[in-house]
């Protein structure tokens, strides 16, 4: 049972138009949430997080959105850049338990095409 | 970046022979964690530690041990490697400080 779903294995963009990437939970404990970029051969790196009191987090051209009632948050990338080509992840974890036990979606690979 | 550091980078091995996955941090976090990383499935953790010798099992710990005898090493054990564990294996670190997991460079092992 996949506790944290990403629908879209794949999304390309045209450059300089936004990317929206989606995430959905069904664990309604989970509190802390993250996404992450990852390139071949490379480990996946922290790109943004919201946690549950907020509904929006801002930082340059990444926001990420959090919709409690509907167990969604989304990824929004403006203006996309062809480095931004990767798989990016999101992550949910119940932060409350002061354990941080990330549960990970299966990835959508984004395609920005110059 | 965070200082994490795998080892080895890449392994190839035999059924049945038992692998050791190395994973040493010098952020001295608590939290460490592994996850594999398999096409259709992300990432999937396998275990976890909050302490040294302290570790819980996560979604995929079957034919999989771990140890933390030091905060800085945790080592990932396949005692009876199978083809179903050849993967891409990353350990990630995490503080009390923070809620942000920070990967290392992962580690390919292939089980022949």
């Known amino acids: 049972d996949q506790q944290v779903k990403q629908n879209s294995p794949s999304l390309s963009v045209q450059e300089g138009r936004i990317s929206i990437l989606n995430c959905d939970y069904t664990n309604s404990m989970f509190d802390y949430f993250l996404w992450y970029k990852k390139y071949p051969a490379e480990g996946p790196t922290f790109l943004i997080s919201?946690?549950?009191?907020?509904d929006k987090n801002e930082d340059g051209r990444f926001t990420v959105f959090l919709n409690k009632s509907a167990k969604h948050l989304s990824l929004h990338i403006v203006p996309s850049q062809p480095g931004d080509s990767a798989v990016y992840f999101c992550?949910?974890?119940?932060?409350?338990?002061?354990?941080?036990?990330?549960?990970f979606g299966t990835g959508t690979r984004l395609k920005v095409l110059a | 970046d965070a200082g994490i550091t795998q080892s080895p980078r890449h392994k190839v091995t035999e059924t049945g022979t038992p692998v050791t996955l190395r994973c040493h941090q010098t952020?001295?976090?608590?939290?460490m964690y592994w996850y594999r990383q398999d096409p259709g499935h992300g990432l999937r953790l396998i275990h976890y530690s909050y302490g040294v010798k302290d570790t819980d099992k996560g979604e995929v710990s079957d034919g999989y041990s771990v140890s933390r005898s030091k905060t800085e090493d945790f080592l990932l054990t396949l005692e009876s490697a199978t083809s179903s564990q050849t993967s891409v294996y990353f350990c990630?670190?995490?503080?009390?400080?923070?809620?942000?997991?920070?990967f290392g460079s992962g580690t390919q092992l292939s089980v022949l």
């Open positions: 952020e001295n976090h608590r939290y």
């Open positions: 919201i946690s549950s009191i907020k």
């Open positions: 992550a949910a974890s119940e932060g409350a338990s002061g354990t941080y036990k990330y549960i």
């Open positions: 990630a670190i995490s503080g009390l400080e923070t809620e942000k997991l920070f």
